[in-house]
């Protein structure tokens, strides 16, 4: 149960890469943040919710232990601090901060699969799913556990690889690493306390957890409209991303052709809109969906 009567908690990272997207999902999903002298505690104004702004590590304890009743938070983070005893509830995938924790070496060490390692030293922030990794692989290594500059350890002499979280790949590029298995794929996840608010906040808690989805799964949906040849009607409908059934509408005046709308669900990318031109789309507009609830 949450430590302040009344109030809602969601833990969110302080400052770091969820850090703005988090404040933003919270705003999107109705939520006026007031960023008062508290650093560590932003108000929300419009609902009794507090927004509790910690390092990443603490949210998952946090949650579990009924200190906040929500969180948002990698699932890297949420997985290395498991084994810890944690029990966090993963209400959704959010949709951002994706990164993949991968194991890296220098080109001067010959790979030729993770047995390679056998015997050698990898240095990581995440010796747990590291060393579960190399359990399910049979490949006994040491494991250097650092805390940040984890890319720098082979030049340094202090590991003959690493395992670190890469995302555009820069930062491995940058020491000359080369990515060589994904060890854990991560996004950032909203979790919840398994122990529940009190119970006069149950309805806030569900009402924001149902904001929040809509949120996300509004994230890259589209509103396309388009006329089309009634004979490829059924050819566009399959190229349309996640449209299910679209609504057609007669155009006046012609009867080979129809107006197409849909709610596409997934990214409309170009490639899309070729395809569907190809297929004989015509007036074809796409426009962004604020909220789906
Ligand atoms: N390069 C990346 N691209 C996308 N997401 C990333 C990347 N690196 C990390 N993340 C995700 O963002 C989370 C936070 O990363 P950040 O580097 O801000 O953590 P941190 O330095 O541990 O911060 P804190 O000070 O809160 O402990 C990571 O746990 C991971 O889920
Ligand atoms: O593949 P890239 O796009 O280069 O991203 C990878 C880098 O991002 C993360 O660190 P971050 O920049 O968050 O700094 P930190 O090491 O201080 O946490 C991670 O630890 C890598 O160093
Ligand atoms: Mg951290």
């Known amino acids: 149960m949450s430590t302040v009567q009344g109030r809602l908690r969601i833990a969110v990272q302080k400052s770091g890469r969820l850090a703005d997207r ?17 650093d560590l505690l932003y108000r929300v104004e ?5 927004l509790l702004r ?13 200190v906040c009743d929500l969180g948002i938070v990698g699932e890297n983070v949420l997985e290395e601090g498991k084994n810890g005893g944690t029990n966090a509830e993963v209400v959704m995938p959010l ?43 049979g490949v006994a290594a040491d ?27 820069a930062t491995l590029e940058a020491n000359g690493l080369d990515a060589k298995e994904t060890v854990f794929e991560s996004q950032a996840v909203l979790i919840r306390s398994p122990s529940g608010p009190e119970p006069a906040l149950a309805h806030l808690l569900e009402s924001i957890v149902e904001r929040i989805s809509g949120v996300v799964s509004s994230q890259g949906a589209k509103y396309v409209m ?10 566009i409908t399959a190229i349309l991303p ?22 596409c669900q997934e990214a409309v990318f170009w ?18 969906i604020e909220k789906m609830m």
């Open 226 to 235: 388009l006329n089309a040849p009634r004979s490829a009607l059924d050819q």
């Open 143 to 169: 494991i250097v556990v650092m805390r940040g500059a984890v890319e720098v350890a082979p030049r340094l002499k202090l590991a003959s690889a690493i395992c670190d979280l890469v995302s555009t790949g």
């Open 54 to 66: 910690v390092r990443d590590d603490d949210i998952p304890t946090f949650v579990a232990d009924g």
């Open 242 to 263: 996640g449209a299910g059934s679209p609504t057609v509408m007669p155009l006046m005046g012609r009867d080979d052709a129809v107006a197409v709308h849909a709610v």
């Open 95 to 137: 949709g951002f901060g994706r990164c993949t924790l991968k194991l890296a070496v220098p080109p001067t060490l010959d790979y030729a699969g993770p047995a390679s390692l056998d015997g050698k030293r990898i240095a990581t922030s995440y010796p747990r799913i590291l060393r579960r990794y190399l359990d399910q692989q």
């Open 271 to 288: 490639e899309t809109l070729e395809k569907l031109k190809a297929a004989g789309a015509s007036a074809i507009l796409v426009l962004p």
């Open 22 to 38: 988090s404040l933003d999902l919270v705003r999107d999903a109705g939520l006026r943040v007031i960023k008062g002298n508290n």
């Open 46 to 50: 419009n609902y009794p919710i507090d």
